[in-house]
């Protein structure tokens, strides 16, 4: 799903001319996105350049990082595990994404305790961070691992696994609150599994700019989508049109847990934490050979 609409800058500059009169940033409908960028999409982040923005699902937005080039956006919202393929163009903004605690993906089954051996299992894209995090714990837990995976949109799979379609399915998203609802069973979390084993918070949405704004205009950026996220927790309620609008007739006090899970202090900055929890996640599956290895210094903001 993509759909664009194009904000409205407070004045058109930032501080020192340091963005833009107009930058494309694309990210998902999901309430944390619309909230952290909802100050900024209308124009009350003073000197911000006015943003042209389209939702799309995150598997979209990742496909559109790894084709890069000049039709693709200035700034996007991406998985984390994609990032070994987008780093010549595209760098690691320092805030505006989705990591935490006790917010990992769910591996959902019909029944409790089900055997996951050779399982059929539906995620919602081969390149999300859910998956990744999914083939580390599989390779940690599952015997002789799962068997086919099926990709399918992330609002299919609690009914492909509630029918039986599939053994299996990974959720992520409201999904954590919602899952009871059509009789299902957690068979594991992602996110404890992570957490456990590393200590580290759980990285899964990263804000992404390209590399060809200069280190000015990514500065001026950065502080701009900081600005948006501190105006957003300062009036929740200023964001609440803009989040019901595009949360696809999500409950909102669904949508409400939603913002509190994944927007947190690693949004206002990633922090030694949040980089050592990126650097962690991309080195383990480095070393399992499920993504190219990434030099550490090619993370670094700028």
């Given amino acids: 799903m993509t759909v ?6 407070a004045d058109g500059t930032a501080p020192g001319g340091g963005l833009p009169e107009t930058l494309r940033i694309a990210f998902s409908p999901c309430p944390n996105d619309t ?35 000049d039709a ?5 919202k991406v998985s984390y595990a994609v990032l070994p393929w987008i780093l010549d ?62 990709v399918m949109p992330f609002d299919q799979i609690m009914p492909a696994v509630r029918d039986g379609r599939v053994d299996a399915g990974l959720v992520i998203h409201e999904a ?3 899952y009871q609802n059509y009789g299902l069973h957690k068979a594991a979390d992602m996110g404890e599994h992570w957490e456990s084993t590393t200590g580290l918070p759980i990285p899964l ?8 704004l200069g280190t000015e205009r990514l500065r001026a950026l950065a502080d701009t989508i900081r600005t948006s996220v501190r105006m957003a927790w300062a009036d929740p309620e200023a964001s609440r049109p803009y989040v019901a609008a595009h949360a696809q007739e999500m409950d909102p006090a669904v949508a409400e847990q939603h913002i ?16 050592g929890a990126v650097r962690g996640l991309l080195g383990r599956a480095a070393e399992q050979g499920l993504v ?11």
């Fill in 260 to 275: 509190g899970l994944y927007v947190n202090e690693f949004t206002e900055d990633l922090g030694e934490d949040g980089y």
């Fill in 89 to 150: 163009e595209y760098t690691l903004l320092p805030c505006g994404g989705a990591l935490g605690r006790g917010c990992g993906p769910l591996v959902l089954t019909r029944e409790a305790g089900q055997d996951l051996s050779g399982a059929k299992v539906a995620v919602p894209s081969e390149r999300s961070t859910a998956y990744l995090l999914f083939r580390l714990w599989a390779a940690d837990t599952v015997p002789g691992g799962v068997g086919e995976i099926v």
């Fill in 205 to 212: 949405g990263a804000i992404v700019a390209k590399r060809s």
């Fill in 4 to 9: 664009t609409e194009t904000g409205t800058g």
């Fill in 292 to 302: 190219p290895g990434v030099a550490g210094e090619s993370l670094d903001f700028g």
């Fill in 72 to 76: 693709s956006p200035e700034v996007l």
């Fill in 35 to 69: 909230f952290v960028f909802d100050a900024w999409a209308h124009g009350r982040v003073p000197g911000a350049a006015a943003p042209e923005v389209t939702f799309a699902d995150i598997d979209i937005t990742n496909g559109i990082a790894e084709r890069g080039g």
């Fill in 176 to 178: 954590r609150f919602t």
